[in-house]
């Protein structure tokens, strides 16, 4: 029998202390968002934020909410979870170094992505920041030719290059 190498589970609030410490390992210092912002969308969308665990340990998150596609979250917003949501918007996704190399991402990924479609919505939409272009692109997003003002004003709240990014849902 071959060994799990990870588990995904959906996240709690006991998570908050672990999923921040992933976050400042995987993000830089002005990237960080607080403890306070984490637990109003852990309470917010609880359904929608996963972990993923090595060795019992939470060395990945995603945090998704159901939201309208065009729509950005600026960094350190409150997720506002819309109720004719057309798209799940994935507003953060990070692997702690020590977990990087088994898939943990791309799982979380497919699962939120096959929850989004489980609830009819069409489209998967995200803010790529960092050195992560390469890696939304082979789960399927691209950039829009065109964002809104008011999504551009908030994809401007990201330090460094920031990209929205989004996905049609089969």
């Not at 190498?5 to 992933?22: E, G, K, M, Y």
């Amino acid at each position: 029998m071959q060994e799990t190498l990870f588990h995904l589970r959906p996240a709690q609030a006991a998570d908050l202390p672990a999923i921040l410490a992933v976050q400042r390992q995987c993000y830089l210092p002005s990237m960080n968002e607080d403890g306070a912002t984490w637990a109003g969308r852990l309470a917010a969308a609880a359904d929608f934020v996963w972990v993923g665990e090595v060795a019992g340990k939470v060395g990945a998150y995603l945090a998704t909410y159901p939201s309208h596609l065009g729509k950005v979250t600026p960094l350190g917003g409150a997720f506002a979870l819309a109720a004719d949501a057309d798209c799940l918007y994935l507003h953060d996704l990070a692997v702690a170094p020590a977990a990087a190399g088994r898939g943990l991402g791309a799982r979380l990924v497919a699962g939120a992505l096959a929850a989004a479609r489980q609830h009819g919505w069409r489209h998967a939409a995200l803010v790529c920041v960092q050195d992560a272009y390469a890696f939304w692109q082979g789960q399927g997003f691209s950039a829009p030719a065109t964002l809104a003002p008011a999504a551009q004003a908030a994809l401007a709240s990201y330090p460094g290059p920031a990209r929205y990014m989004t996905r049609q849902l089969d």
